[in-house]
């Protein structure tokens, strides 16, 4: 029997990346799936990938996770749909339009932060607020955060990026010590994956990117799909019913080696 069979799983930031890898994944066990995208042409194919290459129930909505009347929508229109939402991943990040993705602390401007605080914690926050109901009524409820080892290293350049993707851990914590008596489980998965962002990074950072790889014990950066997807699956299933307010290292040992992340200055 899949892993998934019969839920319903919100997966945001799915037209790419780690978001499409959790994605799949979850359709490939059963699971019904909202592509919650900003972009419609990503979103739409993943959605349309969902449905003809895994057979799954699968439905595109147009998200901007930054706006709180969106978030509310997608989980509105998830529920007309398929009747609940049994499985949150708040997986979606953007850089600021206009903005330098990586420079010191003294370069951020208030835009920077603000922007990092919308869309990496507080999107969280609604949608979270938004699904607890229903997965109370249940007692049954999974909520996979996906944070970074940016910000529990505390790496440079990348201070708005590190300081959001921390509170949504300090969030999702919380949200598992206040939920866990409704069966509902909180966790965190902090990954090292080969994104388009990534592969962008090493393009732009040869040098950096080589060290990277070099320190981490497994020598290579994480599949979306199969190396990180599977970690949102087990967290997604009833195998994790007795897991709740951890951070899951999903990148190969590179937390253990302490990977160096020195890119040039913007």
């Known amino acids: 029997m899949s892993r998934l069979a019969d839920r319903v799983a919100i997966v945001t930031g799915a037209g790419a990346g780690i978001g499409r890898g959790i994605a799949r994944r979850y359709a490939a066990e059963g699971a019904a799936v909202v592509v919650a ?10 959605a349309r990938e969902l449905q003809d290459e895994l057979g799954a129930r699968s439905m595109f909505v147009r998200t901007d996770v930054r706006e709180r009347d969106q978030v509310q929508a997608m989980v509105a229109a998830t529920i007309e749909r398929f009747g609940k939402v049994d ?26 932060m603000e922007h990092a605080w919308r869309i990496g914690c507080m ?26 080892l940016n910000g529990v290293n505390a790496h440079p350049w990348t201070v708005d990026y590190n300081a959001a993707k921390e509170a949504l851990r300090a969030l999702t914590r919380t949200a598992a010590r206040e939920w866990a008596k409704h069966q509902i489980c909180c966790n965190i998965i902090c990954p090292a994956a080969a994104t388009e962002a990534y592969k962008k990074f090493a393009e ?12 981490n014990p497994m020598g290579r950066m994480g599949d979306p799909e199969m190396d990180i997807g599977s970690i949102a699956l087990f967290l997604a299933s009833d195998d994790a019913r007795y897991l709740t307010g ?5 990148d190969g040992g590179a937390h253990i080696n302490g990977v160096n992340w020195a890119p040039e200055g913007s």
């Open 37 to 46: 995208e900003w972009s419609d042409t990503a979103g739409a194919a993943v």
């Open 87 to 112: 499985i949150l991943v708040n997986n979606a990040w953007a850089s600021r339009r206009g903005s330098t993705s990586m420079g010191p602390v003294e370069s951020k401007s208030d835009e920077d």
């Open 123 to 148: 999107s969280a926050f609604w949608a979270m607020q938004a699904v607890f109901p229903g997965m109370r009524e249940r007692q049954w409820g999974r909520i996979v955060n996906i944070a970074s």
């Open 204 to 215: 732009a950072q040869p040098a950096n990117a080589a060290l990277m790889l070099k320190q």
């Open 246 to 250: 951890n951070t899951l290292f999903a």
